[in-house]
């Protein structure tokens, strides 16, 4: 055995003795409410396909026909010769949905986060960041090198105290706008009144607030009518929107900033235009077809009330503190048919690992009833 297969053997045990070893599960069917792993199907509430849309015929068919166009591949970074008119007409169309100056493409919501924030601010800024933040907005804050501030979850009297006192040359807010692990919203409007009075600027990550909240499905800015007053809105093209990449909807001297500076951008192989058609397909839906949404917060709705809890959103937590009760429920919802995954650290606080619930458009009545039923019957309960 090799020296690092020999550490790898070592940090693997320690991991299986706390429960927090990972396996990898492919799927055998496409995305979608149902699903085929291991020879088993399974009702799908692990998937962050909001909408169903990762497999929809109308997001596929312009993926195909981009295929033929441009091929698979794109060979070079934009800034190189990777750059098409797909990835011009997907910004242009992400634009007027975010109803912004600005958008710019990026391969995954972990590359928009941890490129952005160091393309605005570096030693002697300061940056605030929710205590539940993304792992990829944690990393941003590390990689900007300049100074973390990390204010109590949701407490915007708390970030407002550290934005008086602690002196700067830059302060940039950042927060996701709903939380990925635990479902809640952040307190948006408080916090953009508590940027403006210190003046600090403010960049949401609507990763799972997009094509779920808003009139039109643009998030939470465009629910609370704050689109103008926050500066940078990063959203993502592989949850509601069902495909693979991220953007960022700002202005466009922004914009152009980061062309220039966000190393991600600058040093990764472009996105394939074939993604960026299914994209813009995808906005489509969203946008012109509101039953999309009305089925998914009715399934929500639904939900909500058979754990009687309050209807906040897609993801429902069900906290059971130690990793191996996680796994133990997972097992069991799992032999009644529910695929749903146990979430344990460092992905969650120690002693909150839980089964993560997501709804989707796509979920029938009988999906939500099954999934309820079976979290009855294995008495698993909302903590």
């Not at 312009?62 to 698979?72: D, S």
């Amino acid at each position: 055995m090799s020296v690092v297969s020999a550490w790898a053997r070592e940090d693997l045990d320690a991991l299986s003795t706390r429960g927090l070893r990972r396996y990898l599960e492919p799927l055998d069917s496409p995305q979608g409410p149902v699903v085929q792993v291991g020879g088993e199907t399974l009702v799908n509430f692990a998937s962050n396909d909001y909408l169903g849309l990762a497999a929809s015929p109308s997001v596929r068919a312009a993926a195909a026909a981009a295929l033929e166009r441009y091929g698979m591949g794109t060979g070079a970074s934009r800034l190189v010769v990777g750059d098409t008119t797909a990835h011009h007409r997907l910004e242009a169309r992400l634009a007027a949905f975010e109803r912004a100056e600005a958008v710019l493409l990026f391969n995954s919501g972990y590359a928009a986060n941890t490129g952005i924030l160091p393309a605005l601010v570096g030693p002697g800024d300061a940056v605030f960041s929710d205590a539940l933040n993304h792992a990829s907005l944690v990393d941003g804050c590390r990689l900007s090198r300049a100074r973390v501030v990390v204010y109590p979850h949701a407490d915007v009297e708390a970030l407002s105290r550290a934005l008086a006192d602690t002196p700067a040359r830059r302060k940039l807010v950042v927060t996701d706008t709903v939380f990925s692990m635990d479902g809640d919203v952040a307190p948006l409007r408080e916090i953009v009144e508590a940027c403006e009075a210190h003046g600090a600027a403010l960049m949401v990550d609507e990763a799972h607030a997009t094509g779920v909240l808003g009139a039109r499905g643009a998030g939470l800015c465009e629910e609370l009518g704050l689109e103008g007053r926050v500066d940078l809105r990063m959203g993502t093209l592989s949850k509601a929107l069902g495909g693979m990449g991220a953007y960022v909807a700002t202005s466009r001297g922004v914009a152009d900033l980061l062309v220039s500076r966000a190393r991600p951008f600058v040093f990764s192989t472009a996105l394939p235009a074939a993604l960026c058609a299914a994209a813009e397909a995808a906005v489509d839906r969203v946008e012109g077809d509101p039953e999309l949404r009305e089925r998914l917060w009715r399934n929500i709705r639904r939900f909500a009330a058979g754990l009687r809890v309050e209807a906040r959103g897609a993801i429902f937590p069900i906290i059971l503190g130690e990793p191996e009760r996680a796994l133990d429920a997972a097992r069991r919802l799992r032999e009644a048919g529910v695929l749903v995954k146990a979430i344990r650290p460092p992905t969650v606080p120690e002693g909150t690992s839980r089964l993560r619930f997501c709804l989707s458009a796509a979920h029938t009545v009988g999906h939500v009833d099954l999934a309820l039923d079976a979290l009855r019957r294995a008495g698993v309960h909302h903590g």
